[in-house]
């Protein structure tokens, strides 16, 4: 049976398997930024592990044994700089060789550049990075999808950060505009950026408003409980509906080690062999707490 004919709410996985692959992935992400020489984006990376996990494994109806079925649905990756853990998700779903990630990512001529590209990689549907762009482009292919009568749906994940950019909001006032109902944001309300935290930079707050005020569905969760991130892919509207859809996750910069979290010196670094063990032990008793 192709992976493709699976539908939301027929998951392989139960709720507790998601939770441990989410669990697999940042453990692959600390060893990645454990054996990469430059800077790996490992704090957005941590903070959602668990979105593409519930993503890859879960929402998106998409088969790694047949990346150009027109039926697939189509993922953007707006906040680019977590490529990283985009790749480790597909590769853990079976799109490609945790091995061959390890192997090259970040060097010249390598398919698994920091940032996504599409022409390297099949299977990645946008080369992304410059952020604020992700967005407009899944409008695009909403708008396209919609104009073949084709029902898949566009999902798309950013930054808190990100949506400081201008283009997002013309982005989501188009989506409205055109009843994009096929179209799913999610957003890493990390509440960090770069080199400050969010608020201090720029007032976000009434954040959920502003996505309805531009006519979006909203949803608000935990990002880090699995169970709230498949009920709200169990709940999305009918891909045929007319209002785009946000899922603002509520999560937390480097989640799962301790070091990290919240923490501004992690959004991008790397670890030595004392500190990847020190990351993975870390990681290991911040799942015995929360299994508590
Ligand atoms: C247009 C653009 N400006 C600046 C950057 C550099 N940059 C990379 S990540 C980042 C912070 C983004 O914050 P957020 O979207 O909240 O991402 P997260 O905290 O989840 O990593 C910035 C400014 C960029 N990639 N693109």
Request: proline share 4%; glycine share 10%; with cysteine.
């Amino acid at each position: 049976m192709s992976q493709l004919t699976l539908r939301r709410g027929e998951s392989p996985h139960t709720v507790k398997e998601l939770e441990d692959l989410a669990f697999e992935l940042r453990s692959k992400l600390l060893h990645l930024c454990g054996t990469y020489e430059g800077a790996v984006h490992i704090g957005g990376d941590l903070s959602s592990a668990d979105i593409f996990t519930a993503l890859y494994h879960y929402g998106l109806h998409v088969d790694p044994a047949d990346i150009g079925n027109p039926g697939r649905d189509r993922f953007v990756l707006s906040k680019g700089h977590a490529a990283v853990c985009m790749y480790i998700a597909m590769a853990m779903r079976g799109f490609f060789s945790y091995e061959g990630i390890v192997e090259t990512y970040g060097q010249l001529d390598s398919a698994y550049g920091m940032h996504p590209c599409k022409v390297q990689l099949p299977g990645v549907e946008c080369s992304t990075g410059s952020l604020g762009h992700g967005l407009p482009l899944a409008v695009g292919m909403a708008m396209s999808a919609r104009g073949r009568s084709e029902p898949h749906r566009v999902f798309c994940l950013l930054g808190d950060g990100e949506t400081g950019e201008g283009s997002v909001w013309e982005a989501a006032m188009a989506a409205r505009s055109n009843k994009l109902g096929n179209l799913v944001a999610f957003v890493d309300r990390n509440r960090q950026l770069m080199t400050s935290f969010a608020e201090e930079r720029v007032v976000f707050e009434p954040y959920p408003d502003k996505w309805a005020a531009f006519g979006w569905n909203v949803v608000t969760i935990d990002g880090h409980n699995m169970a709230e991130l498949v009920d709200a892919l169990d709940a999305l509207p009918a891909s045929d509906s007319n209002r785009p859809t946000v899922v603002i996750c509520e999560t937390v910069k480097g989640k799962g080690v301790d070091f990290m979290e919240r923490n501004l010196a992690w959004h991008a670094g790397s670890l030595g062999a004392a500190d990847l063990d020190r990351a993975l032990a870390a990681l290991e008793a911040s799942r015995e707490k929360e299994s508590v």
